[in-house]
């Protein structure tokens, strides 16, 4: 898998935290249909990561967000978000002009039309 393609499925793997309270479920194993041990071990690790520090994410989203709370995000938006906030925050293996256009393009494709001006305005201020 490409990286694009891991963090798609990092995405989609992201975007159901909000629908389970304490039971999120086990990841989608479509995403693992085609994919190598390494490519799993990748998602598994990154999703679980999020997971884990997904409060310290959430603090980061609404610190930089303007008045916007993470309960009024929409569930796409918030989860590319939170792919992204991890990536810049956690990840140093990932530059993180790569983690923004990253998640712009994952906004085009899976969010209306304003929303990858608010994930950039978002996570440009957490980029120096």
């Known amino acids: 898998m490409t990286r694009h393609e891991l963090r798609e499925a990092v995405f989609r793997n992201v975007f ?8 999120i479920p086990e990841l989608e194993e ?8 390494e490519d799993r071990d990748y998602i598994t690790t990154k999703v679980d990561l999020i997971k884990n520090n997904i409060k310290d ?14 309960k009024r995000l929409g569930k796409a938006e918030l989860a590319i978000l939170r792919v ?20 712009i393009e994952l906004a085009k494709a899976y969010c209306d039309d304003k929303a990858p001006a608010f994930i950039n305005g978002v996570l440009s201020g957490l980029i120096e």
Request: charged share 40%.
């Open 57 to 70: 994410i959430d603090e980061t989203i609404e610190k930089n967000s303007k008045g916007w709370k993470t």
């Open 30 to 37: 479509e995403d693992f249909a085609d994919c190598s041990d």
């Open 16 to 23: 159901q935290i909000p629908f389970y309270e304490d039971d």
């Open 84 to 103: 992204a906030v991890y990536e810049i925050k956690y990840d140093k293996d990932i530059p993180d002009k790569v983690a923004v256009n990253e998640a």
